[in-house]
């Protein structure tokens, strides 16, 4: 057991010799009296909400140290009670004291609010997955080296090597939750500690101190501020989200709400969490979860903020209600509908009603049937109205033909005037009885400059 000094301590309080006064006088009745330990899950705790508390006496004398409570709270889940009784088998009395417990695997108080077992096995899903990322392939290439060739033989290895593959290896498993780098983390541990070599020894002291960090303020931090935002804009991520959206037809409530369906089906009530991801990552931690298991909340969680950042709301639980408020499905008209009722019309019509939202029809299984036909329509009533804009072109083009070509002659005023039968000789200032050619060459004249004033 651990915080046995003082349960109710705050981290970042400072500590007073009061304190550890009260602390050592506790820790010797304990010692003194042995009583029976009941161990209850706290999920109130503010620190922690998978922590799991020792209780005797009626007080509470401390908690389980995170080494062992995944291994309590499995035994936990499949009890009927969520209880367990144990043994205090020793004590240590100081200011920083601690004391040592023995589990008696038998029922204690009734906890009407225990937390049922879970099959990680059957949990599966059939949405798109994050594919591995560097990081976990050199995990794994360095898991196999260590298991296979290195620590069988810690009497004669070069340290040099070992040291460089169990880096390798923290590297990668650094914000790797699974089960099976926990485990993994326990059995080198074990085995380096066991060593005759006190170099050896020594690096088992790393990974002891990864272990203990895993779930540390400074680690939930870097994990939220760095390695979260990461992932979540990453190439991979983006590929990911492409194809879900495929799969759910663009219809992001309709796809937030089946991602949310399955997270309500984690144990821990981890989905009441979302939206800090501080406590999702250490639940995630403490839980156990295998490594298949574990990428395939990861990828939820990550199509959820997608999800939230396209919808333009902020990553948090939903209810029933903010459904019922915001799916599509729940308003008269859906993309369905509209599709349908884009088809009852000609092609004219029903560009003009519909074009504000062609984009969204544009991504509807309807419109992806009948579009080869509606593009064709489109491209014939596009080509129906350029021939009828060519052939007004040709017209006009005609018509100032025509005009360029008639005779026309110009007076001492400048005015331009039609040619007819010799009845405006007069504004031309050309005398009455003058020679026709004299007349046809003056008009030609003219006409030929009026041509290339024009040009």
């Not at 062992?68 to 367990?84: A, D, W």
């Not at 096995?121 to 298991?147: K, V």
């Not at 303020?217 to 991520?237: C, D, G, I, M």
């Not at 298991?293 to 959820?304: E, G, H, K, P, Q």
């Amino acid at each position: 057991m651990q915080y046995a000094a003082n349960p109710d301590y705050k981290f970042g309080d400072p500590e007073t010799p009061e304190m550890w006064a009260r602390t050592i006088g506790m820790l010797s009745n304990l010692r003194d009296m042995k009583p029976r330990v009941v161990l209850k899950k706290e999920p109130t705790n503010p620190n922690d909400h998978l922590a799991v508390m020792a209780r005797a006496m009626g007080n509470k004398i401390g908690y389980v140290c995170k080494e062992h409570r995944n291994k309590v709270r499995t035994i936990m889940s499949q009890t009927k009670r969520g209880m367990l009784a144990a043994d205090i088998s020793k004590v240590v009395v100081d200011k920083h004291g601690y004391l040592f417990i023995t589990l008696k695997c038998e029922e204690a108080v009734d906890d009407s609010a225990q937390e049922p077992g879970f099959d990680w096995s059957e949990w599966q899903t059939d949405i798109p997955l994050l594919p591995p990322m560097e990081a976990l392939h050199a995990e794994e290439e360095a898991e196999f080296i260590l298991e296979e060739e290195l620590l069988p033989h810690l009497t004669d290895v070069n340290i040099t090597e070992l040291q460089t593959y169990l880096g390798i290896w923290m590297e990668g498993s650094r914000h790797d939750m699974s089960h099976e780098a926990s485990r993994q983390r326990e059995l080198y541990i074990k085995l380096l500690e066991e060593s005759t070599r006190d170099e050896v020894r020594e690096l088992a002291g790393e990974l002891k101190h990864q272990s203990g960090s895993m779930c540390s303020l400074h680690r939930l931090e870097e994990r939220t501020l760095e390695w979260w935002p990461r992932l979540v804009n990453s190439a991979e991520a983006a590929n990911m989200w492409g194809r879900w959206c495929e799969q759910t037809n663009n219809q992001l409530w309709g796809g937030l709400r089946l991602i949310d369906d399955l997270l309500h089906q984690l144990p821990g009530n981890l989905y009441q969490n979302i939206g800090h991801m501080e406590a999702i990552f250490s639940q995630l931690y403490y839980l156990c979860i295998p490594r298949a298991a574990l990428t395939a909340i990861f990828s939820l969680l990550v199509l959820r903020e997608r999800t939230c950042r396209e919808l333009g709301i902020q990553m948090r639980p939903l209810t029933e209600a903010d459904y019922e408020t915001c799916m599509p499905e729940s308003n008269k008209f859906s993309m369905k509908d509209l599709a349908s009722s884009f088809l009852k019309f000609p092609t004219k019509i029903a560009l003009g009603m519909f074009g504000g939202v062609s984009t969204l029809l544009a991504w509807h299984p309807e419109w992806q049937k009948h579009a080869p036909k509606i593009e064709e329509q489109i491209l014939a009533q596009q080509k129906e109205q350029q021939d009828r804009q060519e052939q007004k072109q040709d017209k006009m083009i005609e018509k100032v033909e025509e005009a360029a070509n008639r005779p026309m002659t110009q007076n001492i005023y400048g005015d331009k005037n039609e040619f007819q039968d010799g009845a405006q000789l007069l504004k031309m200032g050309i005398p009455e009885g003058a020679d026709p050619a004299e007349i046809a060459a003056r008009i030609a004249e003219q006409q030929r400059a009026l041509l290339e004033q024009k040009k």
